[in-house]
């Protein structure tokens, strides 16, 4: 059965840093896109970066280009958000998500498009 599950959350502030982590089991992995989405309250859901399990290519939310960096750990299924000049804009509930990478190439912003999530884990920066 698959399962994503995440950890690393916490409170930090403004200009600190966070690594968050998503830890999968039941996956065969090689075709897979994994991806961080962020939930703000009251706002819908957004994909804040991606990467492809087989081949590290990754893309980011303009938003958080050149201040977060995703990246896996093939050998522990492990993917992370190393999160740096954190922002209090930055505060939201965030959320693994992982897909086929046939279905999610072109459309990784999209929610509706993953099948797999993780329970999430709250990010908050105060000013």
């Known amino acids: 059965r698959e399962q994503l599950v995440e950890s690393g959350g916490g409170a930090v502030q403004s200009g600190g840093s966070l690594r968050l982590s998503c830890t999968a089991s039941?996956?065969?992995?090689?075709?897979?896109?994994l991806t961080w989405f962020r939930q703000r309250p009251g706002q819908e859901r957004e994909g804040v970066a991606a990467?492809?399990?087989?081949?590290?290519?990754?893309t980011y939310a303009d938003s958080v280009e050149g201040r977060f960096t995703i990246s896996q750990d093939n050998a522990k299924d492990t993917l992370y958000l190393q999160m740096n000049s954190l922002k209090p804009e930055d505060t939201a509930m965030y959320y693994c998500a992982a897909d086929d990478l046939r279905k999610i190439y072109g459309v990784w912003r999209c929610p509706a498009e993953y099948t797999y999530w993780g329970q999430g884990t709250q990010v908050t920066v105060s000013s």
């Open positions: 990467i492809n399990y087989g081949d590290d290519a990754s």
């Open positions: 039941g996956f065969y992995f090689s075709r897979y896109c």
